[in-house]
């Protein structure tokens, strides 16, 4: 199974970057983790979607490729970045890759809330026509990861409580992709 994983921070030592890159490691027997490097893409641009750029171009068939997408948000104003907002605008336009594609959204934070309303309005991004993404049902699959400098060390998520929810969450995920994909 092939997972392309959009991180929506660009900061160095990103908590973010650091759960997905967990996620590649401790689950690299149950698929493969792919991560777009979505600061590369211009802004998106309507003049420019029926001819996009090669960046554009290659993320978006990353996106065709895969199996399922991950998303991992920060929350910046109790939103997702702009980086990120314009990744799922080049998605939402023409081709359309994300249309029924199984997406499991999830964050971290310094807060004790973890990403809850950068959540909320990515889902309803994710929602929306032009994506209209099949997302993983949330009930019992939220990963809302809070007070993440106690919680990672040396670039890994380290909180056994933490990883143990994270296990629960992505044999869900595996399912989920299994069921909707065949």
Known sequence: MKIVALVGSLREN?????????IQKRY???????????????HYNEDDEHAPS???KWYKQQIVEADAVIISTPE??????GVLQNALDWL???????????VLPMGVSQGALGTVRAQL???QVLMSMGINANILPPA????FIGAAGQ????????????????????????????EETK
């Open 121 to 123: 309005h990515l889902r």
């Open 140 to 143: 019992g699959n939220e990963i």
């Open 54 to 56: 090669e960046e554009v």
């Open 151 to 178: 919680k990672f060390q040396d670039g890994e998520l380290t909180d056994e409580a933490t990883l143990q929810f994270l296990d629960q969450v992505m044999d869900n995920f595996v399912a989920f992709v299994k």
């Open 28 to 42: 690299r027997t149950l698929f493969d983790v792919e991560i777009a490097d979505i600061g590369i893409l211009p």
């Open 92 to 102: 939402s336009r023409v081709e359309r890759p994300l249309v029924g594609k199984p």
């Open 76 to 81: 910046f104003n109790w939103s997702i970045p």
């Open 14 to 22: 990103s908590f973010n970057m650091q759960l997905v890159k967990t």
